[in-house]
Nanobody, 124 residues
Framework: EVQLVESGGGLVQPGGSLRLSCAAS????????MSWVRQAPGKRLEWVAA????????YYADSVRGRFTISADNAKNTLYLQMNSLKSEDTAVYYC?????????????????WGQGTQVTVSS
């Protein structure tokens, strides 16, 4: 059974940083594309970043490029999202998802599995 468990969310001031983690199990993590997707209150799902760790390729949404960094530790089966220079508009529930659909605003069925999400709130 595929399981994805996110952690690391919280409350941070504008300009601050957070690092999210996603512990993966039940599949060959190092051979899978992985993504971070977020959902702000009252809005649709928004793709944030993706990684093909087995070829070292990363992709970012324009809204986070230069501020967020996606990475993966295949030995620990863990996905990360380092978020710097956070803005109020980054406030959302952040989900770890297995796969990468290429859609900027995906639906849940475009990905193979989802975590439960972790809340990130950027506020002073």
């Amino acid at each position: 059974e595929v399981q994805l468990v996110e952690s690391g969310g919280g409350l941070v001031q504008p300009g601050g940083s957070l690092r999210l983690s996603c512990a993966a199990s039940g599949f060959t993590f190092g051979e899978s594309a992985m993504s971070w997707v977020r959902q702000a209150p009252g809005k649709r799902l928004e793709w944030v970043a993706a990684i093909y760790s087995y070829i070292g390729t990363t992709y970012y949404a324009d809204s986070v490029r230069g501020r967020f960094t996606i990475s993966a530790d295949n030995a620990k089966n863990t996905l990360y999202l380092q978020m710097n220079s956070l803005k109020s508009e980054d406030t959302a529930v952040y989900y770890c998802a297995k796969g990468y659909s290429g859609s900027d605003y995906p639906t849940r069925d475009e990905y193979d599995a989802w975590g439960q999400g972790t809340q990130v709130t950027v506020s002073s």
